[in-house]
């Protein structure tokens, strides 16, 4: 036999005996099983337990104020609803109420129908929230994000922390080479939030001339400068309740590090010229191809703003990190493609030019590949993509026997360990005699072999 569901509780809390009686005897009428505290310590005491579902107070009480009751529920159980009562001269502090996360405010006098219909409103977006959070829950298990292609052990890495972070606050740093996806993890990190319906605002912080940059983030005042002839509320204000993604963080201007990391600490924006602050809600995300902590050591990005923007690090593969998915993204990427050019006669990828690809290191990473794959479906002369329609970077392979020194110009350290690495392998993988040819001690060649490519170490 199914249990029987649990009335919802309401806790009426109001100075005024009369009226709190009156509230409880309309809110029984319409089913809901209701509390009424004998006094504010009481009604504090109540908002302890797990079994109150909304909360109705009134704001103005000579012995517990109604903004400490509002403030109390909210951070006891943010999801259960509160709804304030009020005399028609204290609508600021109804105000005040709904910024500190009450549901609706009714101003004295009311009718019951009108609270009862608030109450049941604040319960049904209750229950649509709840729903929708364990649906995100249970579809984590078999996660697919729209626009993420690659199943490799790299990839599932970062989707794995993605899926853990996507619906917290939590400022997230986004590391990585140019081209492998920064921006795109970054919309998917939004789309996948609580703030989903809200505004997603991206800027480049190294587009912009510094001189402008101030002015468009944290907005300015008419006059505020030359050209400054009306308001602009900024970035920061239109991304209110959303996102803003700040790319190239990196090559922020010390000047604006620290304004950034006073809107991190004390959530509001100093408009340009302006003398009061706006208050923000916003997630912040960041991205750089930088190593920030080599920017720290020479003094050119602080190291207070870095902790606060990397709290949870997410560094993104090279594609050459994740060769596994190669042979997926690039019929993904052909598929794009041949729907955004219905005229091309291209259907498929030849088997030598596809073997050039898939042995490619490609330096302009999912972004590079991308643009290539496209190229060839613009340009392609019939259904399937030859060798000789392939970009000149790609070329012929190198032979068996030579040493390659790649497409791109690469560190010292980089080229050293992947000459090294050829060597052992032209060794037949002995070390002692690889050491020999080299003429280096073996401790030294196993240095060589183990250090880790530049870009790992940020």
Not at 142 to 167: E, N, Y
Not at 267 to 287: C, K, M, N, Q, W
Not at 394 to 402: F, V
Not at 427 to 448: F, Q, V, Y
Request: hydrophobic share 40%; proline share 6%; charged share 30%.
């Amino acid at each position: 036999m199914p249990a029987l569901e649990q009335p919802t509780r309401v806790l009426v809390v109001d100075d005024d005996p009369a009226m709190g009686d009156t509230l409880a005897d309309g809110l029984r009428e319409h089913g809901y099983e209701v509390v009424l505290p004998e006094s504010g310590a009481a009604a504090m005491a109540a908002l302890e337990g797990d079994d109150v579902d909304v909360l109705v107070t009134d704001l103005r009480m000579p012995d517990v104020d109604g903004l400490e009751l509002v403030a109390r529920s909210r951070k006891l159980a943010p999801e259960r609803p509160v709804i304030v009562m009020t005399a028609y001269g204290a609508i600021d502090s109804a105000v005040e109420s709904i910024r500190l996360g009450a549901y609706q405010y009714l101003t004295k006098p009311f009718k019951l129908d009108q609270l009862a219909l608030f109450i049941e409103r604040a319960l049904d977006e209750r229950k649509v929230r709840r729903e929708a959070a364990a649906l995100r829950t249970t579809l984590r298990g078999t996660w697919s994000p729209q626009g993420v292609v690659g199943r490799s052990r790299a990839m599932r890495g970062v989707l794995d922390v993605i899926a853990r972070v996507a619906s917290t606050d939590v400022p997230v740093l986004l590391l990585g080479e140019t081209g492998t996806g920064k921006g795109m993890i970054a919309k998917l990190l939004h789309s996948e939030s609580a703030r989903a319906s809200r505004a997603f605002v991206a800027v480049n912080c190294a587009a912009l001339p510094d001189t402008l940059l101030e002015s468009e983030l944290f907005g300015h005042v008419r006059g505020a400068f030359t050209g400054a002839t009306a308001d602009s509320v900024g970035l920061f204000a239109e991304a209110n309740g959303g996102t803003i993604f700040l790319d190239e963080i990196g090559d922020l201007p010390l000047a604006l590090q620290a304004k950034l990391l006073h809107v991190l600490e004390s959530r509001s924006v100093r408009p340009v010229g302006s003398t009061r602050e706006r208050p923000v809600d916003v997630r912040i995300l960041s991205a750089t191809n930088r190593n920030l902590r080599e920017r720290v050591k020479a003094g050119t990005f602080r190291e207070d703003l870095l902790y606060r923007l990397e709290v949870v690090p997410l560094r993104l593969p090279s594609l050459r990190e994740r060769r596994d998915d190669l042979p997926t993204l690039i019929p993904h990427f052909l598929e794009a493609a041949r729907l955004r050019y219905p005229t091309s006669p291209v259907q498929r990828i030849g088997k030598e030019a596809l073997t050039r690809m898939l042995d490619y290191d490609w330096p302009g990473n999912v972004r590079e590949l991308r643009y290539v794959v496209e190229r060839l479906v613009v340009l392609g002369r019939g259904p399937e993509v030859g060798a000789d329609e392939l970009p000149a970077a790609l070329g012929e392979p190198a032979p068996a026997d030579e040493f390659v020194f790649g497409r791109s110009v690469v560190p010292m350290r980089e080229l050293q360990r992947r000459y090294v690495a050829w060597a052992l392998e032209q060794c037949g993988g002995h070390r002692g005699k690889t050491a020999e040819k080299l003429d280096i001690d073996p401790k030294t060649l196993s240095k060589w072999i183990e250090a880790r490519p530049e870009s790992e170490t940020g």
